[in-house]
């Protein structure tokens, strides 16, 4: 099992930028395909960007694509999200998951077996 913290989440103007990190611990982090999601104030949790056990695979959703940048540090144990240019609907609860590399990755909430307890981002216009 692996225990994820968020950290990094606050108030921003529009244009600005953030980077959210992701704190694992437990099993080893290189076992796991990593994922961020957010949920926006009154709507369902939606997939952002996902990044495979190595690194070397990245997927996004069309909304953040060119925008936000995934990233990982297997040495640190660390998931990062990039996040520039944000707009006011990027304003959401931000939250990493994890599944195991044994499976495939998607981008359906249910696929995602771990998860950490969010942190807010806030884009002001």
């Known amino acids: 099992q692996v225990q994820l913290v968020e950290s990094g989440g606050g108030l921003v103007q529009a244009g600005g930028s953030l980077r959210l990190s992701c704190a694992a611990s437990?099993?080893?982090?290189?076992?796991?395909?990593m994922a961020w999601f957010r949920q926006p104030p009154g709507k369902e949790r939606e997939f952002v960007a996902a990044?495979?056990?190595?690194?070397?695979?990245?997927y996004y959703a069309d909304s953040v694509k060119g925008r936000f940048t995934i990233s990982r540090d297997n040495a640190k144990n660390t998931v990062y999200l990039q996040m520039n240019s944000l707009k006011p609907e990027d304003t959401a609860v931000y939250s990493c998951?994890?599944?195991?590399?044994?499976?495939?990755?998607?981008?359906?909430?249910?696929?995602?077996?771990?998860w950490g307890q969010g942190t807010q981002v806030t884009v002001s216009s």
């Open positions: 990044i495979n056990w190595s690194g070397s695979s990245t």
């Open positions: 437990g099993r080893t982090f290189s076992m796991y395909h």
């Open positions: 998951a994890a599944v195991t590399r044994s499976k495939p990755i998607m981008t359906v909430t249910t696929e995602w077996a771990y």
